[in-house]
């Protein structure tokens, strides 16, 4: 189905898993997740790297228009962030943002749980 946003048209993507792959997936990218933070300082592109393939992974779950995807992909960290910060101080708003998301993203396997007993 096309959508029309702002000025341009995309392809709506469906949801194309079920409940138990989609749980599979996320459990896979919290093993990752939790993969990063115990190996810090973690990279930004590695954080990227994960950050779009829960994207992608959310996407295949909800479908593009579920606003779960925007609400864990843009969830902030616990510090401040500005312009010019540190290395440093971006890798920790970086891995608290990761740590936020892991929480965001099991509260998608409870309800994917509860949806395949439905």
């Keep these: 189905m096309w959508?029309?946003?702002g000025t341009k048209e995309e392809l709506e993507k469906p949801a194309s898993v079920d409940a138990k792959t989609g749980i599979a997936l996320l459990q896979k990218q919290i093993e990752e997740a939790k993969r990063l933070l115990d190996n810090r300082p973690i990279k930004s592109a590695e954080y990227l790297a994960w950050n779009n393939a829960t994207r992608e992974d959310l996407t295949?779950?909800?479908?593009?228009?579920?606003p779960n995807i925007e609400t864990i992909i843009s969830a902030p960290g616990n510090t401040p962030v500005w312009m010019g910060m540190s290395d440093a101080l971006l890798e920790r708003y970086e891995a608290s943002s990761i740590e936020n998301k892991i929480g965001m993203?099991?509260?998608?396997i409870i309800w994917l749980r509860r949806k395949s007993q439905m």
């Design 60 to 66: 295949r779950i909800y479908g593009s228009n579920s």
């Design 3 to 5: 959508r029309r946003t």
């Design 105 to 108: 993203i099991n509260s998608c």
